[in-house]
């Protein structure tokens, strides 16, 4: 799980302020310049932290059919 995702699921007002960032471009207030210029990146190069990465998928549909041989 991402960072984001893992903060955001502890966090419903942070959840809020990113997805209003990234689908309204509504710069949240009070945030640390670090985070705000992260989601910048994100939304920039088109990273959605919901959505797991096709080679990540893929290596953990690996790992669960290697481990479904040493059975």
Avoid at 25 to 52: A, C, F, Q, T
């Amino acid at each position: 799980m991402s960072t984001m995702l893992s903060n955001a699921l502890n966090n419903p007002d942070l959840d809020c302020k990113w997805k209003r960032f990234i689908h309204e471009g509504i710069h949240p207030l009070g945030m640390r310049k670090e985070i705000v210029n992260s989601w910048k990146r994100s939304r920039s190069r088109g990273i959605d932290p919901y959505e797991m990465p096709p080679v990540l998928n893929r290596l953990l549909q690996l790992i669960y059919w290697i481990g479904t041989l040493c059975y």
